[in-house]
Each structure stands twice: as C-alpha cells, then as structure tokens.
C-alpha cells in the first residue's frame, strides 16, 4: 500500500521543498526525487541510511551525492500523510540546529489540508518569523552563525 507524501505549502502557494529540488543540479534531484517515492513504498518502514529521526516526530530524508548530503526534513501524520517540510544541503557532520528549528517550528503550527497541500493557517511565513517562534536553542544557533 501506497503512503501519501505532500510538500509543505506556505499561503502563497509556495512550496519551499519543490523550489529546493528546482534549485539543484539534476542529478542531485533526481536522487532525492527516488528518495521521495521510496518513502511514499515504504512509508515508516524506510530504513536507515534512507531515513532517520532527528528529533520528536521530525524525521530526515538522506543521500549523498559526490561530497554533498542532501537532506529534507519531513514528518508523518496520522492520516498515513508524509509532509516535506525544508531541505538543504549538509555542509556538516551534523545536522545545523537551524533547519531543524525552521523545520519543527512549521511541523509544530496548525496545518489543514487543502488544495492536496499542507498549508499554514496564519499569513506570516518569513524565516525570521519561524525562528522567533521557536525554543531557545534556535536563538543560540543564530547567534553562533549556524544554519543554512
């Protein structure tokens, strides 16, 4: 059985995944494109290295290609729905605590599902805006120049 996966749209309609896997050379979108429907095959089932928890319910989607990790942070909802949240490129051996904090701070607003995508319920999707909202531990990463 087949799971849904959905990238995360903002109330312009944007969907900050799909404009990642745009902005990539195409051999590095079409690894994570095979990623993309290995999860929508598989679902929770998709095992390590493919995919991974980062943390709570938030998950990562990984694969390399030559020296650069590509990654996106997804989670699953419990309507067997996947939502492509935000990706980048891993220029470290961890995970920058800035895009996990963008990425929790999306998971963790009201989302209703409409139009086939996840969409925010409030109009203010700036960066700044989703960093503000979020714990501590984001502002300490800014302040230190970690991040995208």
Known sequence: MNWQVDFFLDERGGAPVEEYLMGLPVEHRAKLVALIKMLEQEGPNLPFPYSSQVRGKLRELRTQRGKDKLRILYFGDARRVFVLLH???????????????????????????MDGGWREERNDDSVEA?????????EAARARGEGA
């Open 130 to 138: 989703v960093l503000s909202e979020t714990d501590g531990g984001c």
């Open 87 to 113: 990706g980048m490129v891993k220029r470290s051996a961890k995970l920058p605590e800035e895009d996990i904090c963008i990425a929790g701070a999306l998971r963790r607003r009201g989302w209703s599902c």
